[in-house]
């Protein structure tokens, strides 16, 4: 084979190997039951965080904001942003902070920008939400969001306990969707808060490709927690937009739960 075509078979395979792990969109902070008030520091991300792999570039969000005690806190103004570096490239990020104040929850939600994915030829736009909890009060958890589309949590998402279960539902519009297709990440690699780079992976991906879920009739699906951290899910399509700028939309809802240990 010539060199160029050897090239371009490594570029393909490349391509074939970010396709074949989860994007997902983060809305990360390693603190996520606070105990005094704060500015707490948040990192939005778009990369591959199980596999370690491949960190995509966010244009301006459309929408970030907290929802607490059933009040937005629009949080738009305290983005800025920055270069994320990945174990293979670095691509555009951004760093905000959230007021955590009051006692209760804290729902952080992020419209971000479509994204174009060259090597699918389609847009991806991950309605992503997380949560934050202040001195074990629950106000907001429970309650979804008016988004186009989310999952909702129903179980607790600032404590699932490792080896237990976590169920959601998956809404689009406001009406549960059947037969979603769910894919289910962990964050393997951690970002470093103050470097923009990841930290070393706590684990591997699994063998066989992304780990997925389907939702049933009602919308629902339950997740075995193997392991303590941060577990992403993200619906894929589940949004009602199929289409931005000529092109196929994939509309998904992503939501990122942590898990801990029993001491
Ligand atoms: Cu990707």
């Known amino acids: 084979m010539t060199v160029r075509s050897f090239l371009l078979a490594s570029l393909a395979s490349l391509g ?23 500015e707490l520091p948040l990192k939005l991300v778009f990369w591959h965080p199980f596999e370690n792999g491949h960190v995509m570039d966010m244009g ?12 937005t806190i629009d949080l738009k103004d305290r983005l800025a942003p920055i270069t ?17 104040k009051r006692s209760g929850d804290y729902v952080l939600v992020l419209v971000p920008a479509p994204y174009y994915e060259e090597s699918e030829d389609i847009y991806i736009q991950q309605i992503t939400k ?15 969001q ?26 689009s519009n406001g009406e549960p969707v059947a037969g979603a297709e769910i894919e ?13 780079k990841t930290l070393a992976p706590t684990s591997a991906p699994m063998p066989g490709g992304p780990l997925v879920a389907v939702s049933d009739d009602a919308g629902y699906f ?23 700028e000529g092109k196929e939309l994939s509309q998904d809802a992503v939501i990122w739960i942590r898990a801990w240990d029993m001491e």
Not at 84 to 100: I, Q
Not at 130 to 139: A, G, Q
Not at 184 to 196: G, Q
């Open 16 to 38: 074939l190997s970010q396709a074949a792990f989860a994007h997902f969109q983060l809305i990360y902070s390693p603190d996520t039951i606070i105990e005094a008030p704060v």
């Open 60 to 71: 301006e969000p459309l929408e970030f904001y907290a929802v607490h005690r059933g009040e």
């Open 84 to 100: 994320f570096t990945g174990t293979g490239n670095s691509a555009a990020a951004y760093d905000a902070t959230v007021p955590v």
């Open 130 to 144: 997380s949560y934050l909890n202040r001195n074990e009060m629950p106000t907001d958890w429970t309650e979804p």
């Open 146 to 171: 008016g988004l186009k589309t989310e999952i909702v949590p129903l179980n607790k998402p600032t404590n699932v306990v490792t080896g237990s279960t976590f169920t959601g539902r998956v809404l």
């Open 184 to 196: 289910v990440e962990y964050i393997a690699a951690a970002p470093d808060m103050e470097s923009n």
């Open 222 to 244: 339950t997740f075995g927690i193997p392991k303590s951290g941060f577990w992403g899910f993200a619906a894929l399509g589940s949004g009602p937009e199929t289409e931005f």
